[in-house]
């Protein structure tokens, strides 16, 4: 197996991964936040982590998988102070109880992961079930020198942090502090208990109507939205960990915060290694509903947008999905919906051709050939989880598959150990690197109906060929009730499904 | 509709349910321990509370129906000290973080819970993510006098709250002090922090070895077990709620204790009914793991167990679980499997013959009758959820059903109107009140495979009455070919899957 190279966000660059722990892997990625339903754009983001969690694993890493649920502190626009808490306000509107709504999202969240075949991380922490933790944090920080209280809300010290560790602040998200503070300046509103524009509240006093508070030290209040995943990626993979991992859109303020908050508090930096998955496009653009740019993932399976001219199948989405590398965007068109459905079919239809392929030769003058694209095929993998190119070889390999079955090619000229290798990369590519499920065959039944059917067709065309005229109008009939058509042509008879 | 009745445990009586708020049900129902795969006995319970919920839904209440999830503090052998909490121990042995473990068998559970087709609760709190909350309860008990610090952990004083309050503790379980003093002699072990033995831990001083610990003002420790229903109800459904609902095994001490907890804090006995599920037994007694009487729901659907001459569907357990009342022990046996594997498929296909039947008259002589039985069918539900009444019910609207597809009665003996209700009462009790699946029918294939199957055997019948044993051969070969076996009897041929 080739070492896996990823780009570090922090350096730009592409580095060789090298694990804190010998064969493990500690990964971080910021999940959802369960007041809607989840968009298709965050769908991108967990795929592609999917992708890279399941490359970890198969090739031999035990991985700790952390991915958050956030259920409390994510901030209107966000800002951290005077908007309010998105959860409580949605649940205000629909008279519930905040919980029950970050449940109901939770589950629809959970059930949209199985759709699209994602594993389930090792562990999903929940902002609300971090409390304790997170008033520790804060804490630490202030102990540190780095935070300040106003009013019983908490604030961090950016201008100090920057002061004192230039080598930190700003890094991942490139910008420096007289960015961070012209850039905030829109922001000022009800920001005047900050010392500074760029500071950030990591613990905000609770107005009267707020729904979801605790007791903190300085106020009843909740924590700052950037503070639960500092909080909990030190709780369950520690102070310093491999990879963390979230959408481009975080990067900044979220990311970097998190790093201020991680340095402030326990004086490390929390991982060595940044990930970022790209933005999820539609037709050239931003998906934004005020413009109607958007589509969900509902929409998509069902075809009910006036975006796509059909419905589009979960695998389908995927696969059309793993045509990009995580770290470009990705535009979503009708068009490269089209392609990638004929793409995914193609690709399983190569792996059942080649299934029924067997080869006596114990060598042939392909097999070279065959096993350098192999090769390619987890080179790209490994090359920062490229899985356009690995793709690419797959789909080499599958027109080799396709010559041999029309006998263009002589399965002669691949080795037994050859074949086997391509049929084990097959299987293992399709669905254990990519996470991609046969929709194509939906279980016995559709052969069985297929073996029947050439049965009867059979008897069919005897009866026509000994002008028995009635026996073969009475199995059209017969065929009809049980809703299959037959329609007559040159090369003999099809059916379809009424 | 007819006023629900429901047996409160608290006084041993069938009461007419009033809820706190018109129109509204808050229901608390202790859930699993997420240590190990969920045990059959308790998936009765969830069934039986699911339809309790499911018929609160269908009568038009708005119901809050929250079941914890409890990922730590239960302890061993139900006593509160000394043992070592079980899910440190587990994570311990399978080198894993209790957090992955509990993640683990929290998705397990809810795999299992999505299989018996049991609708998810508005809000499943987790012990740990409710920890400032326990914390403050004990808080709240200590200011209140009724508990007490030792060496870092807090016990509850039964004895001062006995003595203050004897009108609440040991109501709900029957017990009086002095049962509950000798009942505890032999747990003594470990106990010597406690004033009196019938105390009981609120919080624990972690050991140097516990996983799991949170700071206190009393120790870095964890929660007793009790605690965390206590707090959790508090908090989703406040001070007083309506339903209290868990497993008979749980009345003592867990449920008497969870009293104490609520009054000892806030001065209010936490809600107005408690209701239990009986136990699940199987062949005349306890499950147990140690002399081998015991099965799991994958052995029930797989086959695989000794106990059990085949598999059966989750649809069949389901239904098997409905044939007792909610209060009653529930024998498992493979008889009792095989008559409600066939009670269920008749009550399914009554459904089907029933959405078939048509009817011309405006009324009919039977009309009266079978609006009788209908009214029966919701008076036994709402009569403390009784199912086994209820399906009797609906079993002699079945018979009725089957006489008109027969012919024994005429269809014309029953009026439009009464037809239409009873077939939405055949579907609202199967699907939403009773919370089965149809597993009788697996999408379209099935019935195209049986159409397809009928026409091919007339075919070959045909042939075999001109004496054409070739074409007879030939189809039978190909059926082979396709999976499917005839077999040819004295009642013409049948056809099974290979």
Redesign the interface.
């Known amino acids: 197996m080739f070492p896996i190279k990823l780009t570090n966000s922090l350096s730009g660059q592409k580095e060789t991964f090298k694990p804190l722990v010998a064969g493990r892997v500690g990964m971080y990625v910021c999940g959802p936040t369960v007041y809607s339903d989840v968009h298709l754009g965050n769908c991108r983001t967990f795929t592609s982590f999917d992708i890279i969690y399941r490359y970890f694993l198969y090739t031999g890493y035990k991985v700790?998988y952390v991915r958050n649920i956030t259920d409390v502190g994510h901030l209107e626009g966000d800002a951290d102070t005077g908007a309010e808490d998105k959860m409580a306000k949605r649940a205000r509107l629909e008279q519930l109880?905040p919980?029950?709504v970050a449940?109901k999202y939770t589950?629809g969240f959970?059930d949209m992961m199985k759709i699209f075949n994602t594993l389930?991380?090792?562990?999903?922490?929940?902002a609300?079930?971090?409390?304790?933790e997170q008033i520790?944090m804060v804490q630490e920080i202030m102990a540190n020198g780095f935070a300040y209280e106003k009013n019983g809300s908490v604030y961090f010290n950016t201008v100090k942090f920057a002061k004192e560790h230039p080598e930190i602040y700003g890094k991942l998200s490139g910008r420096i502090i007289e960015d961070l503070i012209s850039e905030s300046r829109d922001n000022l509103k009800n920001q005047d208990e900050k010392n500074h524009p760029s500071d950030f509240a990591i613990w905000i006093k609770g107005s009267e109507e707020h729904l979801m508070k605790?007791?903190s030290p300085w106020s009843t209040g909740f924590p700052g939205w950037h503070l639960e995943c500092s909080a909990m990626s030190t709780k369950?993979l520690g102070e310093k960990f491999d990879i963390h991992g979230g959408g481009f859109d975080l990067k900044f303020p979220h990311h970097e915060n998190e790093i201020a908050q991680n340095f402030g508090s326990c004086g490390s930096t929390p991982c060595n290694y940044w990930m970022h998955a790209n933005m999820l496009l539609m037709n050239g653009r931003k998906m934004s509903k005020s413009d109607g740019n958007t589509i969900t993932p509902q929409q998509l399976f069902t075809g009910d947008s006036v975006h796509i001219s059909k419905a589009y199948s979960p695998m389908t989405v995927r696969f059309f999905m793993l045509q990009s590398h995580y770290r470009s965007t990705l535009d979503l068109t009708d068009d490269a919906l089209l392609a990638a459905e004929k793409g995914y079919r193609r690709l399983m239809e190569a792996y059942k051709v080649l299934n029924t392929l067997e080869s006596n030769s114990a060598a042939g003058e392909l097999d070279e050939e065959i096993n350098f694209i192999a090769d390619a095929a987890f080179a790209n993998m490994s090359d920062d989880f490229n899985t356009p190119k690995a793709l690419a070889s797959l789909f080499d390999l599958a027109s080799k598959i396709y010559s041999f079955q029309a006998g263009h090619l002589s399965i002669a000229s691949v080795g037994k150990t050859t074949l086997e290798r391509l049929k084990k990369l097959f299987q293992d590519f399709i669905f254990d690197i990519f996470g991609l499920i046969d929709e194509t065959s939906s279980?016995?039944?559709?052969?069985?109906?297929?073996?029947?059917?050439?049965?009867?067709l059979?008897?069919r065309a005897n009866a026509r060929t000994n002008k028995d005229w009635t026996?073969s109008d009475q199995?059209r009939d017969?065929?009809n009730?049980?809703?299959?058509q037959v329609k007559d042509g040159k090369e003999g008879a099809a059916w379809t499904?009424i």
């Open positions: 700790r109880e919980m029950e449940h589950l959970h389930s991380p090792s562990i999903e922490p929940r609300t079930g971090h409390i304790p520790e605790w007791k369950y279980g016995g039944d559709q052969e069985v109906v297929g073996g029947l059917m050439e049965l009867i059979k008897i026996t199995i017969a065929l009730e049980a809703g299959i499904r």
